[in-house]
């Protein structure tokens, strides 16, 4: 990777690298790099959801790299070494931005496929951080389906060139990623359109109307033998890996909407017994819902629009893709859910993904598929590569409904696999009971020093300290009956401090301490 070293201008560098392979910490350890060098001042993460705004912050500060999440300035506070904000929160701030940005600015634009050109977060990304030419772009799919190009990436016949790139299977050669098992089911699937009942399977040539509607029945959760098939099919593989070795092995299925999403819950516990997190984008509570789960032992969860990118759940190891979306970009990102190793675990242990057998699916399975031919077994010279034949389906959306539709029948089954096309392979048997479920030895775990317990990111107690302030102030005004703003005043006036979004921790701290001095003597007049 090219070292911005000098004090010059320099070209923005794109690295290509694959969902699950790991571009935050070496991109951390780039921008500290040139903050211990003085070749940068401030370094600014942006991507494309608050919650990973946060999950920036806290790689960077276990690397004593100090950034403030969803930051309104790109200034801040003199006791942190930059901001991590949203694309979207950049290009509503572009003009003010625009004077903050200087040349000693370190851009880290994450997952930059979000940015286009012609597009509200391209421009704004363009205007508020033109003053910097150190722009290190981050994608695990450097391209976007509507063709718009991204800002900073060299372009040869409209196709991006990385600067670095580090394909799927580089990562799962080096260990750094797992094989994924790609199972379509196919099979009979009828629906009712107008006064019509359809029948075909995912091999039949159809309209792009009926075309979509086979797809609506095969991801119907009211016909049994569809998706409830598939569905308990992978609950089958997760509890097979979780009686073996795997204990904590999780689920997930990526539905096409909120109902749909209830609807599969509902499936889920009637197959499990158990009732599955369901994780929604317009959910307030969606990010505290992954976290848990990420800690959890939970078996499956399903989610729509919350695990494209930026989420790191490694126990992951079974997934059903049940989403109306079917670009390239989303499926590559869905895989990239099912790829993260853990440490300590077995190297190649493989995850499965289950799957409707429709066209466009089946075209991007079988191009990770082939990318991973070459890692996983040889391939003679004149052995055909792709598993399956049939070219993608041309995605097209229902603008009206003009015939009734209603899915009327539905039996699917597991067709081709990965790993050379024949059937998945058998499901480990369960593990001896009383047998260590780590792959370490029992008796390594046993005298394993306990891990320490990490340092609160800075942004984090600095969240905590402004709150503390602001019930000190609140119980100081109830005391002794000045205004809330009276009292900031006189607080930052004792501490040194313009504006309490400026305070650094050390100004936030003695504040406190100004705080409860205060109270302490006023509670000694009263008891007098």
């Not at 990777?1 to 350890?29: C, H, N, Q, Y």
């Amino acid at each position: 990777m090219r070292v911005w070293m000098g004090s010059g201008p320099e070209e923005p560098f794109l690295i290509s690298a694959a969902p699950g392979a790991g571009k935050t910490r070496p991109s951390l350890l780039f921008a500290k790099e040139l903050l211990d060098a003085k070749v940068v001042r401030r370094v600014v993460i942006v991507c494309p959801t608050t919650p990973l705004t946060r999950q920036w912050a806290e790689a960077a500060a276990r690397l004593g790299v100090h950034l403030q999440p969803d930051a309104e300035e790109l200034l801040p506070p003199r006791d942190f070494h930059g901001v991590s904000v949203t694309y979207a929160r950049a290009a509503a701030s572009a003009a003010r931005w625009q004077k903050q940005c200087t040349e000693g600015t370190l851009v880290i634009a994450d997952e930059a496929h979000h940015l286009g050109d012609d597009l509200a977060w391209g421009q704004g990304f363009n205007r508020a951080f033109g003053a910097t030419k150190r722009w290190l772009l981050l994608s695990g799919t450097p391209f976007r389906s509507d063709q718009t190009p991204i800002p900073g990436v060299r372009y040869e016949d409209g196709v991006a060139q990385p600067d670095v790139s580090y394909t799927y299977a580089d990562a799962v050669r080096d260990g750094i990623c797992r094989p994924v098992a790609f199972i379509p089911f196919d099979g009979t699937l009828s629906w009712q359109s107008g006064d019509d009942t359809i029948e075909a399977s995912f091999s039949d040539v159809l309209t792009g109307r009926e075309a979509s509607r086979r797809y609506r029945t095969a991801i119907s959760t009211e016909l049994s033998d569809g998706l409830p098939r598939i569905l308990r099919t992978a609950h089958e593989r997760l509890v097979a890996l979780r009686e073996r070795d795997h204990r904590d092995a999780g689920g997930l299925v990526i539905a096409a909407d909120g109902g749909h999403a209830r609807r599969v819950a509902k499936v889920l516990h009637e197959i499990t017994g158990r009732s599955p997190v369901v994780v929604l984008h317009d959910d307030a509570k969606a990010h505290d819902k992954l976290h848990a789960f990420t800690e959890s032992k939970d078996p499956w969860i399903v989610a729509v629009n919350m695990v494209s990118e930026g989420v790191d759940i490694p126990r992951l190891r079974v997934g059903v893709y049940a989403s109306a979306a079917k670009t390239p970009l989303i499926f590559r990102q869905v895989v990239g859910r099912f790829v993260r190793t853990i440490q300590g675990r077995p190297h190649g242990e493989a995850s499965w993904l289950y799957l409707p057998g429709e066209g466009a699916l089946r075209a991007h399975a079988s191009d990770v598929e082939t990318e991973l031919r070459h890692v996983l077994r040889p391939v003679n010279d004149d052995e055909d590569l792709g598993i399956w034949d049939e070219p993608p389906t041309k995605r097209e959306t229902e603008r009206t409904e003009e015939l009734a539709f209603v899915p009327v029948h539905a039996e699917v089954n597991p067709q081709m696999a990965l790993f050379g096309g024949g059937p998945p392979p058998p499901a480990p048997p369960p593990a001896p009971i009383g047998a260590p479920v780590s792959a370490a030895p029992a008796a390594a775990v046993l005298d394993a020093e306990p891990e320490p317990e990490p340092e609160m990111p800075a942004w984090q107690r600095r969240r905590l300290l402004r709150d503390k302030r602001k019930d000190l102030v609140g119980s100081l005004a109830r005391m002794d009956g000045r205004s809330h703003r009276e009292i900031n005043a006189w607080v930052n006036r004792e501490t040194g401090v313009s504006r309490v979004d400026d305070a650094t921790i050390a100004q936030l701290e003695r504040s406190i301490d100004v705080l409860l001095r205060a109270l302490e003597r006023g509670s000694r007049r009263r008891a007098s």
